[in-house]
């Protein structure tokens, strides 16, 4: 079944800066776009970034973090990561990495990501 495993979410001062990756298995990874999602308490989740399939594929960024964050992918580990820099108090949240594999969206547990000093 898929899974995706992600990991380095922690407490950093602002200005500070993070990586997150995300392991998945269970589907052909190279396949399908994936993407990070976030969500605050309350709040729908956002999309934060999305790389499509083909490297070197199509990257997409929400205005919120663009210049800010990279994201990237290995389709020889299966892994994407999520460079985070210049992190701001408003990018506290739960981080998600998902691939939607028609017709469900997968999620893995999330990564506690928190900003403040």
């Known amino acids: 079944q898929v899974q995706l495993v992600e990991s380095g979410g922690t407490s950093v001062q602002p200005g500070g800066s993070l990586r997150l990756s995300c392991a998945a298995s269970?589907?052909?990874?190279?396949?399908?776009?994936i993407s990070w999602f976030r969500q605050t308490p309350g709040n729908q989740r956002e999309l934060v970034a999305s790389i499509a399939a083909v490297v070197p594929g199509q990257i997409r960024y929400s205005d919120s973090v663009k210049g800010r964050f990279i994201i990237s992918r290995d389709n020889s580990r299966n892994v994407a990561s999520l460079q985070m820099t210049n992190l701001k108090p408003e990018d506290t949240a739960m981080y998600y990495c998902s691939v939607l594999i028609p017709p469900q969206r997968f999620y893995g547990q999330g990564t506690q990501v928190t900003v403040a000093s």
């Open positions: 269970g589907y052909s990874f190279r396949t399908y776009t």
